[in-house]
């Protein structure tokens, strides 16, 4: 070939030459053509081909690249370690049927919460003996919503089962019987026996409140909330050592402040419920019974 003809040749070449950047981009791969070759198999993660296309030996591609197309990144593929890579290899193998490459599985499922087992339900026969072993022990009045926390069964159970063991002790005539007082349920002796009780704990010794005592726990009783100041004057001594008597004694108990003048008032406990058998301070019996006819005299005397 002459030289001539060689540089037409080279011109005819450079003229049909198109840069890379202005090639039509060739048609991006389905997921059912892509073939995954792991590493260490024959031919190597280098040997992917798309099915149906012939092997021909590969020409040297331009070194210049597109300023669009960042480098290490194929048109149409996702990059290695997207997600879409993942996605894609596992539905090639779903729908190629190919079967190498596993599908992805969900992690991080939730649970579902474990219900707690429902608490046994009692018989009718081991409710009343479940609550007469606790009656025996407790040292106060414990009320139904405790009593039906602690055996785990419906407070509309424990009510009338109490109402019947108390109905059940009368009727059989034990020297004891269960009683409602203080907001709550406790087994007590009963009156036509406090004689011989009385007799049993004391043993000739006996404790009992002096009269002023007993002024002072009735004025509190009766006038609660109440300060000290107000208890001596209806009194009209100094009470604040029967006060600290009361207190040590678990009969009376502070509730708080007075609003006006910052003194502390006072209230009856429910052991003081207790010691009389009532449940609440309203059973309390009515002060006019008890009042002299010519209590507006002497209360006008007094201003």
Same mark, same amino acid.
């Given at each position: ?22 090639? #039509?981009?060739?048609?991006? =791969?389905? @997921?059912? +053509? ?5 590493? /260490?198999?024959? !031919? *190597?993660? &280098? ?30 593929? #996702?990059?290695?370690?997207? =997600?879409? @890579?993942? +996605? ?5 193998? /779903?729908?190629? !049927? *190919?079967? &190498? ?203």
């Amino acid at each position: 070939m002459s030289d001539e003809e060689r540089r037409d040749s080279l011109a005819d070449q450079a003229a049909a030459w198109v840069p890379p950047w202005e090639r #039509p981009r060739p048609p991006a =791969p389905t @997921a059912s +053509e892509v073939v995954e070759t792991a590493p /260490g198999v024959d !031919g *190597g993660p &280098d040997s992917a081909k798309i099915a149906g296309e012939p092997s021909e030996p590969s020409e040297p591609s331009e070194p210049s690249e597109p300023d669009d197309v960042e480098p290490g990144a194929g048109a149409g593929e #996702p990059a290695e370690g997207e =997600p879409g @890579a993942v +996605e894609a290899g596992a539905e090639g193998a /779903g729908e190629g !049927g *190919g079967g &190498d490459v596993p599908r992805r599985q969900a992690v991080g499922r939730r649970r579902a919460p474990v219900e707690p087992e429902p608490a046994p339900v009692l018989s009718d026969a081991e409710l009343r003996g479940a609550l007469e072993a606790i009656l025996l022990v407790v040292d106060e009045p414990v009320s139904e919503l405790v009593l039906a926390q602690v055996l785990e069964q419906p407070a509309e159970r424990v009510g009338p089962m109490l109402d019947e063991i108390a109905a059940g002790y009368t009727a059989a005539g034990h020297g004891f019987e269960l009683r409602r007082a203080a907001g709550g349920w406790r087994l007590y002796t009963r009156p036509e026996y406090a004689t011989y009780v009385e007799r049993f704990v004391l043993d000739g010794q006996s404790v009992r409140l002096t009269q002023a005592a007993l002024e002072t726990l009735a004025v509190v009783a009766y006038k609660q909330p109440v300060t000290r100041s107000r208890i001596s004057a209806i009194r009209g001594v100094n009470c604040d050592g029967v006060i600290r008597t009361l207190v040590t004694r678990g009969l009376v108990e502070e509730c708080g402040t007075e609003t006006d003048s910052g003194a502390f008032l006072y209230r009856t406990t429910t052991l003081f419920l207790e010691k009389l058998g009532l449940n609440t301070v309203d059973e309390l019996p009515p002060l006019a019974p008890f009042l002299p006819d010519d209590v507006e005299e002497l209360a006008d005397a007094t201003r």
